[in-house]
T-cell receptor
């Protein structure tokens, strides 16, 4: 089983809809991250969390929100989706030495 | 975050050739990481470097943490078709955030 699991793997939705992407991990890491990936732009940080009570904005947090329901679960929400939020979204955990471990991503298309 | 300059942007090589790619920064890092991403999947950690000057291998892959702490390189020896993918470097200071390069796209022809 994957250490970092993202659901759904693919989602197509319409502008204005509320979307939730979920991430769960079995690595026992406290630190979790959400990134988006766009062609030519690499990985950009949306939000991160150091533990259940700690949530922080990344460089591109506008239009997104997150919830850390438990050490193992970190979800990303788009309150009112817009087409320029079409992207590949990744969740990651971080161990004590700093290396991050990624899920397989959610491909999100907003029409 | 800090900008990492990763080069080359893409490479098109024949099976059996050696590959070299590098990453540079204007700032120093305490950790350098190299990832590979296959189509439709998330980045997978290949090599982690924690000390300036460190040279670490993982099979046919070798990476080095530059002595200035501002650069790192990744070499792949005797490339094979399954090496195809996008390779990312990432640097980490004290703290949390990884700074990623924009990736090197590698294509290998049989």
């Amino acid at each position: 089983d994957a250490d970092v699991t993202q659901t759904p793997r693919n989602r197509i939705t319409k502008t204005g809809k509320r979307i939730m992407l979920e991430c769960s991990q079995t690595k026992g890491h406290d630190r979790m991250y959400w990134y988006r990936q766009d062609p030519g732009l690499g990985l950009r940080l949306i939000y991160y969390s150091f533990d259940v009570k700690d949530i922080n904005k990344g460089e591109i947090s506008d239009g997104y929100s997150v919830s850390r329901q438990a050490q193992a679960k970190f979800s990303l929400s788009l309150e009112s989706a817009i087409p320029n939020q079409t992207a590949l979204y990744f969740c990651a955990t971080q161990g004590d030495l700093g290396a991050q471990h990624f899920g397989d991503g959610t491909r999100l298309s907003i029409l | 975050g800090q900008q990492l300059n990763q080069s080359p942007q893409s490479m098109f090589i024949q099976e059996g050739e050696d590959v070299s790619m590098n990453c540079t920064s204007s700032s120093i890092f305490n950790t350098w990481l190299w990832y590979k991403q296959d189509p439709g999947e998330g980045p997978v950690l290949l090599i982690a470097l924690y000390k300036a000057g460190e040279l670490t291998s993982n099979g046919r892959l070798t990476a080095q943490f530059g002595i200035t702490r501002k650069d790192s390189f990744l070499n792949i020896s005797a490339s094979i078709p399954s090496d195809v993918g996008i390779y990312f470097c990432a640097g980490l200071n004290s703290g949390y955030a990884l700074n990623f390069g924009k990736g090197t796209s590698l294509l290998v022809t049989p």
